[in-house]
Every structure is written in C-alpha cells, then in structure tokens.
C-alpha cells in the first residue's frame, strides 16, 4: 500500500506562487494515478488536479491555467505548482494515489495553504 506525505504548503499573498510535493513510499507512483484535492472548511474536498503514468494532466476548470501537476519517477514524488494564487484557494490540499480502474484512493495527511494580504 502507498504512503503519501505532503509538504511545501503555507502563507502567500494574493498572485504569488506555491509549490506542493507529494512523497509516496511503498509503491511507485508509475503504478497509481496521482492526484490533488483541496478542501475549504465545511465543504467536501474537491478535485484540483490528477495525472496518470505517462497520461494528460486533467485539471479543474477554476485551476486551468493556474496550476500545473507533474511526476518525478526518480524522487517518487507527485508536484502541484499553482501560480496566480487567489484567496478562495485557501484549503488544505490533499494528495492521493488510486490504481487505475480502482476507485480506492490513499490520501495523504493534507498540507494547509492560505492565500491572504
């Protein structure tokens, strides 16, 4: 089973830049379509972003353009950069990996982004 931590959240101003990585240990992430979601208080997490091995990106239509979701095979790890950051992206984000043709999703423990002046 895969093991995810999520590192490089924090606080950034309206229109700057962060980027989140993901560390998955236990599998590889060539085995498993990686992800992003992000969820606000009191709501359901929603997607950001996914990616397959060697697939397209697929991002949420408020993100495109936004951000990008890349794999590094060698580190084993799964990036989210989000450019242009607004202040409704202020979540936490959570990581996931989820085999292909499966529908269970291992999460990570969640990283919190706050956009604010």
């Known amino acids: 089973q895969v093991h995810l931590v999520e590192s490089g959240g924090g606080l950034v101003q309206p229109g700057g830049s962060l980027s989140l990585a993901c560390a998955a240990s236990?599998?590889?992430?060539?085995?498993?379509?990686m992800g992003w979601y992000r969820q606000h208080p009191g709501s359901e997490r929603e997607l950001v972003a996914f990616?397959?091995?060697?697939?397209?990106?697929n991002y949420a239509d408020n993100m495109k353009g936004r951000c990008t979701i890349s794999t590094d095979n060698a580190q084993n790890t799964v990036y989210l950069q989000m450019n242009s950051l607004k202040l409704e992206d202020t979540a936490v984000y959570y990581c996931?990996?989820?085999?292909?043709?499966?529908?269970?999703?291992?999460w990570g423990q969640g990283t919190q982004v706050t956009v604010s002046s």
């Open positions: 990616i397959a091995s060697g697939g397209t990106p």
């Open positions: 996931y990996a989820r085999r292909p043709f499966t529908t269970t999703k291992y």
């Open positions: 236990g599998s590889t992430v060539r085995e498993y379509v």
